[in-house]
């Protein structure tokens, strides 16, 4: 069946790991304790400020503190847990980065030319993102391109999307239900083998091809290695360049 849809994962697919691990997470945990510094305790839950809403959904003895909340979220960023409440403050905290220029996404070339490209104006060809990254931080990453011709400028690629999946909207990535429940998002639980998703997670890849999808796997400098079985089973790619559509 033709493709006629793309998903695809951020990290380690069309942005380097290096990117997320060196600059984004490095970035949060600098900056997030002055903001948790400035609350007041205990945090009021009729608070209409966005990151006490936020830190609100942690447990009790979490919360009661500013040093509990900040070791609590350190602890998850050193072990990169794809927690749902980590990942929505980390777009709180990269907001600020993105827009005084001190964060800029360094999507692949070749990724950045297919997100401009592919999608056509009658709109039958169409890309949405998948990552463990909030919404909101996705938006943000897409929105901050930095763009390979100039040093100064960024690009916006948020045009190019048909819309956007995370943790708390479609589940965990290593999960088949995840994939069946965007498949019935977009629409194409009837159509699921014109789907083509992308990652650089053989777990993420095996879970959207038990659902139905088609699932290619992205090798890309300093990607966890795949194994010589994986490379066999699986297509492998290094490039969006080598997509035939
Ligand atoms: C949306 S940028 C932040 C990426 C992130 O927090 C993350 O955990 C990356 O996971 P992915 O699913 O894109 O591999
Ligand atoms: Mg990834």
Request: aromatic share 10%.
């Amino acid at each position: 069946m033709t493709i006629d849809t793309l998903v695809l994962d951020i990290e380690g697919t069309v942005c380097p790991i290096t990117f997320v691990k060196d600059s984004l997470f490095p970035y949060f945990v600098e900056k997030f304790p002055t903001f948790i510094d400035q609350l007041d305790f205990p945090l009021d839950p009729q608070s209409d400020d966005p990151i006490v809403k936020i830190l609100d959904q942690l447990p009790h003895d979490i919360k009661e503190s500013s040093i509990n909340i900040i070791n609590h979220f350190k602890d998850l960023v050193a072990k990169d847990v794809k927690d749902p409440i980590l990942k929505s403050l980390q777009g709180f905290i990269w907001k600020a980065g993105y827009e005084n220029g001190d964060l800029k996404a360094p999507v692949y070339e070749d990724s950045i030319k297919f997100i401009k490209e592919y999608p056509n104006k009658a709109k039958t060809q169409k890309i949405y993102i998948y990552s463990s990254g909030s919404i909101k931080a996705q938006i943000l990453l897409f929105g901050y391109v930095k763009d390979p011709t100039t040093n100064d400028k960024s690009l916006d690629l948020n045009p190019y999307l048909s819309g956007y999946f995370d943790i708390t909207t479609a589940g965990y990535k290593t999960e088949s239900e995840s994939y069946d429940k965007i498949l019935q998002e977009i629409g194409k639980s009837d159509n699921s083998k014109s789907v083509l998703f992308l990652s650089d997670n053989v777990n993420e890849v095996k879970a959207a091809i038990k659902a139905g999808m088609q699932s290619y796997i992205v090798v890309r400098p300093g990607n966890a290695p795949i194994t010589e079985q994986d490379k066999s089973s699986y297509t492998v790619i290094d490039s969006l360049d080598q997509l035939q559509l």
